[in-house]
């Protein structure tokens, strides 16, 4: 073997060594910032661990039951690490988060302009079971002036998943719940029962919805669906991933199974960002900047594109139906990990002869 010039041979020594430093400086950024995103969670967990704001839903009467004391957060970070603090293990009902997944799944399939053309893409301003914004929507502004995050939509969107049968229909819903989540999602059967024996105005909207032409057929079946969709049971783990699959190009960035195509994306994002938290919707995106979804059942997501997937669970809502504790938490530690993506820094200046 030829013996390397000694001065090569130092080259490379020097430049290994580099490499290592370089690599080790690496190692530490990257150790900090998820101490940055831990001491985040951890400061939001226990600045609002005990306060009592809000109520817990209690139109379905199994929501009421649940205990107002959980509290849970979850962060997954670019690496698929995840950072909780609290309860993040107890299954609340996923409620209207639900909506958002069904509303990629007939994207996914049917194309960004399939909701735009059948329920609209607007925010609708008015409560999330509106029957009024039908009649406003229909009458007044022409038809599809709606969107699949608030319940007409949402059981529009649910009549909207193909299928031959109700079960074909139901295994492409949970199925696509699951993939997003990276694990298999259940409904919680005592919810779905409590919500299916009081869902009445769920049933006049989805009737409502087939008179004026958004649901071609068999309305009741998409509000029973919709009812059990809204029942699945998930933690503020589950519902951390399903947000960060949705930061990261909808990939789960654990298991790695691609959920919905990455160009579907900002489509699912843009409706989060316009009608996500209701009519409560503005004001959140004012603060944050941040797309998200929220439940009665307790949980919010929020997104970060490209930075993570946030979720918090905490029972007591608000007078929109948003949970209190998890838009505190979500706003601080956004805030922190300075996740806002309308976050942007002057340039430096130049003259226009540089
Ligand atoms: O249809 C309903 O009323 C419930 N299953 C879901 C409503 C909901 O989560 C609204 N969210 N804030």
């Not at 839903?57 to 009421?64: F, G, H, K, Q, S």
């Not at 979850?74 to 107890?90: L, R, S, Y």
């Not at 193909?162 to 409904?187: C, H, M, P």
């Not at 309305?219 to 699959?245: F, I």
Request: hydrophobic letters at 40%; aromatic letters at 6%; proline letters at 5%.
């Amino acid at each position: 073997m030829t013996q390397e010039p000694r001065r090569l041979r130092r080259i490379t020594v020097v430049a290994a060594g580099t490499t290592i430093l370089g690599l080790s400086a690496l190692f530490l950024s990257a150790q900090s910032a998820q101490s940055n995103v831990d001491a985040a969670v951890k400061a939001a967990f226990a600045k609002y661990q005990n306060l009592q704001e809000g109520k817990n839903a209690d139109y379905i009467p199994a929501l009421a039951k649940v205990d107002p004391k959980l509290f849970g957060i979850a962060i997954v970070t670019p690496d698929g690490k995840v950072h909780t603090a609290g309860d993040v293990g107890t299954e609340v009902s996923i409620q209207s988060i639900s909506k958002v997944f069904t509303m990629a799944r007939v994207i996914q399939d049917q194309g960004p302009d399939s909701i735009v053309k059948r329920i609209g893409v607007d925010a609708t301003g008015m409560r999330f079971n509106s029957i009024i914004s039908v009649e406003v929507a229909k009458k007044e502004l022409g038809g599809a002036e709606l969107n699949p995050l608030v319940n007409p939509g949402a059981i529009t969107a649910t009549s909207m998943v193909q299928g031959n049968n109700a079960d074909e229909i139901w295994n492409k819903i949970i199925g696509t719940y699951s993939d997003f989540a990276g694990r298999r999602l259940q409904v919680m059967q005592d919810v779905y029962k409590s919500e299916s024996d009081t869902n009445q105005r769920n049933q006049a909207i989805g009737m409502l919805m087939h008179a004026y032409g958004y649901i071609k057929e068999n309305p009741a079946q998409a509000t029973d669906l919709y009812t059990r969709q809204c029942s699945v049971g998930v933690n503020a783990k589950d519902l951390a991933m399903m947000a960060a699959t949705l930061a990261f190009g909808g990939r789960n960035p654990v298991t790695g199974k691609q959920a919905i195509s990455p160009e579907n994306v900002p489509h699912v994002l843009a409706v989060m960002a316009t009608a996500g938290l209701y009519d409560d919707s503005g004001k959140w995106l004012y603060f944050t900047g941040l797309p998200a979804k929220s439940g009665v059942g307790g949980g919010i997501i929020a997104v970060s594109p490209g930075n993570f997937g946030i979720a918090v669970v905490s029972p007591p809502l608000d007078d929109a139906g948003n949970s209190v504790r998890a838009q505190k938490a979500i706003t601080d530690i956004n805030n922190t990990l300075g996740g806002n993506p309308y976050i942007s820094k002057p340039r430096a200046t130049m003259t226009h002869n540089d």
